[in-house]
């Protein structure tokens, strides 16, 4: 063979095969970790203690709405009854207040209570209300897409959409959807997209 041609087969055979594509960032990765407060008083940073291998369901809300809060956090106690079987206490439940000049941890404790999250109960996930400074709170809010393209309507928190977010971080399949839907509905979408296991996602609860 000649010496050119084996010279050429040599290189080729020796090129290493092109990198793969770097992999995108992670939705979860652009949540703030802000500093908050829960409605027992204890510290936490959100991604830290919410999001990080854990299935997850977030809503905004606060304690002195006349509007859909009320009606939200009612699906929120019944999916939370629902959904504990079949995650366990890999999912939780977070109920960001967006009035957290007004909305201390005794009140949303106090609130809480309405809706069976002001103590553990044996069975069911964890359900959290959470607070913070008002800038932090601001940021989380935006980067969880809870936010309104008029700033006029997103100044006004009695105007806030009754809209549930969840997913989950080993995956990193997000969605959303309004709270208004049919429980049956709620519980598909969120088995789906935030299931980790074939059973979560498509399996009949025991």
């Not at 830290?48 to 977030?58: H, K, P, S, T, W």
């Not at 009854?81 to 960001?96: H, N």
């Not at 601001?138 to 006004?156: E, K, N, W």
Request: glycine share 8%; proline share 8%; charged share 30%.
């Amino acid at each position: 063979m000649a010496g050119w041609l084996w010279n050429l087969l040599t290189t080729l055979g020796d090129d290493p095969s092109p990198d793969p594509l770097p992999r995108p960032p992670r939705r979860c990765d652009r949540f703030a970790d802000v500093p908050l407060v829960d409605q027992f008083g204890r510290r936490l940073r959100f991604r830290e203690a919410f999001v990080d291998g854990r299935a997850l369901i977030v809503n905004t809300m606060y304690t002195v709405c006349r509007g859909t809060c009320p009606g939200t956090s009612q699906t929120l106690k019944g999916l939370r009854e629902k959904l504990s079987p079949v995650f366990g206490d890999r999912l939780t439940i977070v109920s960001l207040s967006i009035d957290p000049e007004r909305d201390d941890p005794r009140s949303l404790r106090m609130f809480a209570s309405i809706y069976g999250a002001d103590r553990h109960q044996s069975g069911l996930c964890d359900w959290r209300f959470v607070t913070g400074e008002p800038a932090d709170v601001d940021r989380l809010r935006r980067s969880l897409d809870f936010y309104d393209l008029d700033p006029a309507v997103d100044a006004d928190p009695t105007r806030h959409a009754s809209t549930l977010l969840f997913g989950n971080s080993t995956s990193d399949r997000w969605a959303a959807m309004p709270a208004e839907q049919r429980e049956p509905l709620l519980i598909e979408a969120i088995r789906r997209v935030a299931g980790f296991t074939f059973e979560q996602k498509y399996g009949i609860p025991g």
